[in-house]
């Protein structure tokens, strides 16, 4: 656990061996019992990419010291938890069974599970997105009461992020709009990508927690070999205020060599890319893509590849219970603004 010193929440770091094999750690504060003998909810937090548990550390202090329950996993390949060399471990619905078998290790309390993701891959065509939690929705429709997509939103069934979804994406968003917003897809399922990553992980840093989105994701991070040429020349984007010396200090050790580094995080992409979900979408019923719970979706005015356009086209016509929040961010608004972020979340799980 020595890639999290420094991080203020050690003492509620896990961890457990699913029936899979894997290992999973986790970050776990069970929820306080209120004076009526009543318990918040415990807020599952998914994360994306290239992150961890960690880019949740303000919304961990925050709902914990209110009472609510805490879970919040590294997901397979990223941090404390396991790296599968397979891509075929990240497939989608083995992801989704191993969050909730983690939820039932943890506990989950009397107050139920509410839930929070953000990015986690996007799939922007037909304006979708958010996949970990969507399939969350779609296996496991009783599990939450409400729902939270962060920058990203609803990724239905079936999934369109296979190599020939993200040519197209790539082509008509750079006709209507002038960029390529998904070029990385291709670098990034290349075998030993993972490794130009690790090698130039300052270079990389400086592109994902720029605190210019708009320009840097749409020529550096969205078009096709731009990334690759970029860290491989070992070029820096500016970084904000939002991040600090010491966050970036515990994600280079989270995403050190010797403990994995990048390479087996790009599974993800791996498994969307070459269709390895195939076989469990075409099963998944049309009904199964309606979501009957109450959802926000927290907009990143600033992110010009998972655009608050996109994300919200994607829930309206599944969602009827959805409320639209548009924040002032980049794309990691639960880190560059974080107070607006957990008010919003707050409020919304308490009203």
């Known amino acids: 656990m020595s890639d999290l010193n420094g991080a203020t929440y050690t003492s509620h770091v896990q961890s457990a061996q699913l029936a899979s094999g894997h290992t999973y750690r986790y970050i776990h504060h069970p929820p306080q019992p209120h004076r009526h003998g009543n318990e918040k909810p415990t807020i599952l937090f998914l994360h994306g990419f290239p992150s961890s548990s960690y880019d949740w550390r303000y919304q961990f202090e925050h709902f914990a010291s209110r009472g609510y329950g805490v879970l919040a996993p590294d997901l397979l390949g990223y941090g404390g938890t396991d790296k599968p060399e397979d891509a075929n471990a990240y497939t989608l619905k083995k992801q989704t069974d191993e969050v909730v078998e983690l939820l039932n290790c943890a506990g989950i309390g009397k107050g139920g599970v509410v839930s929070v993701g953000h990015d986690f891959h996007k799939q922007l065509t037909d304006t979708r997105g958010s996949i970990l939690l969507s399939r969350v929705v779609t296996y496991y429709p009783n599990l939450s009461s409400k729902y939270v997509f962060l920058d990203i939103g609803y990724s239905p069934p079936p999934l369109l992020l296979t190599a020939k979804g993200i040519d197209a994406l790539n082509a008509e968003t750079l006709a209507t709009e002038g960029y390529e917003p998904s070029g990385y897809w291709a670098f990034f399922n290349q075998t030993g990508a993972g490794k130009i990553l690790n090698d130039h992980q300052d270079s990389f840093w400086s592109v994902m927690y720029t605190n210019d989105d708009p320009t840097y994701w749409k020529t550096v991070y969205g078009p096709t070999g731009a990334l690759k040429a970029f860290v491989e020349a070992n070029k820096r984007a500016p970084t904000g205020g939002f991040v600090s010396v010491k966050d970036n200090a515990i994600h280079d050790r989270i995403f050190a060599a010797d403990k994995g580094g990048y ?20 099963v998944i019923p049309t009904s199964a893509a309606n979501i009957t719970k109450p959802v926000l979706l927290l907009t990143a005015t600033n992110d010009p590849i998972g655009t608050p356009k996109r994300a919200e086209q994607g829930l309206r016509s599944f969602a009827p219970d959805l409320k639209v929040q548009a924040i002032d961010s980049g794309h990691f608004m639960m880190v560059e603004q974080a107070d607006e972020v957990n008010k919003a979340i707050s409020d919304f799980f308490e009203g």
Do not use: C, F, I, Q
């Open 263 to 282: 390479e087996p995080t790009l599974n993800h992409y791996r498994a969307l890319y070459r269709d390895l979900n195939a076989v469990d979408e075409k």
